[in-house]
């Protein structure tokens, strides 16, 4: 299911959400630029630089590096492997990196669809404190489950889900312009948010338990608890953030006969 549109107005122009969506498309294409390509994101190198890794969370001073192994790429993690970005740093910079263009093309499009009423409701400095807690709650939880693991993540799903979150608490109601594909054919419909985000909650609850049970790669390395994370952090986080919520967003606009 792909949303594309709510049935929520902003009183506003959500001016953070833009900005978001045009920052992580630039560092994007910046990321590229030396290596990799649009559709596979940025080469190995610049993925273990700039993307947040759990070891090096839980291993202050350790840093994690590509180096040669049997004549194959691996990555490595200790002391002395050369100046690497700050830990602080990466936490940041990963939020905006993306493994290729269906990547970011899906985490921009439900922070468009979801973002604009979030922003609307707290505010523009608020939001975009919100969103940048969230993706650190995300990676978090990342590293919660699994702390040694040498493995960068990028992506600002993280953030993305703390957004959904958010939007569940805030507008459970409001109707979402959903694309459906049925094998081989596709429908548009329109179905409540509360139903969209909670099955997209439910999908991440099931494949981020089928990767915990079979870790050797069965969860395609997507980081589902990051998006577990937070999600969580925006249902419980958004109301300390929103006071301006459209309380009567479910109302009709137009005379009812």
């Known amino acids: 299911m792909f949303p594309l549109k709510d049935s929520i107005g902003t009183r506003r122009t959500p001016v953070v959400t833009i900005a978001l969506i045009i920052a992580n498309v630039v560092v994007f294409i910046l990321s590229i630029r030396n290596g990799g390509s649009i559709w596979s994101g940025p080469d190995a190198q610049t993925v273990v630089h700039y993307g947040v890794i759990p070891y090096e969370i839980t291993h202050p001073g350790q840093e994690c590096d590509l ?34 263009l269906l990547h970011i093309g899906g985490n921009m499009l439900f922070l468009w669809v979801f973002g604009n009423n979030v922003e609307d409701a707290m505010g523009r400095f608020k939001f975009i404190v919100f969103y940048i807690l969230g993706g ?15 493995v960068p993540s990028v992506g600002a799903s993280g953030a993305v889900a703390a957004v959904l979150g958010g939007y569940l608490v805030l507008y459970p109601r ?40 079979d870790p050797t790669g069965g969860g395609g390395g997507v980081a589902y ?18 006071s301006r919520v459209n309380e009567d967003y479910d109302q009709p606009r137009y005379p009812v006969y």
């Open 225 to 242: 608890f990051a998006h577990i994370g937070g999600f969580v952090f925006g249902l419980l986080a958004v109301k300390v953030f929103a």
């Open 174 to 213: 409001a109707r979402v312009l959903t694309l459906v594909f049925l094998f081989v054919f596709f429908t548009f419909i329109q179905i409540p948010a509360m139903f969209f985000l909670v099955i997209w909650f439910g999908q991440q609850l099931l494949f981020g338990y089928l990767d915990y049970v």
């Open 67 to 100: 180096v040669q192994r049997a004549g194959q790429e691996a990555v490595a993690c200790g002391r002395g492997l050369g100046p690497q970005p700050a830990t602080w740093f990466t936490a940041l910079s990963s939020m905006f990196m993306h493994g290729g």
């Open 136 to 150: 650190l709650a995300a990676m978090a939880l990342q590293t919660v489950v699994d702390p040694n693991a040498p």
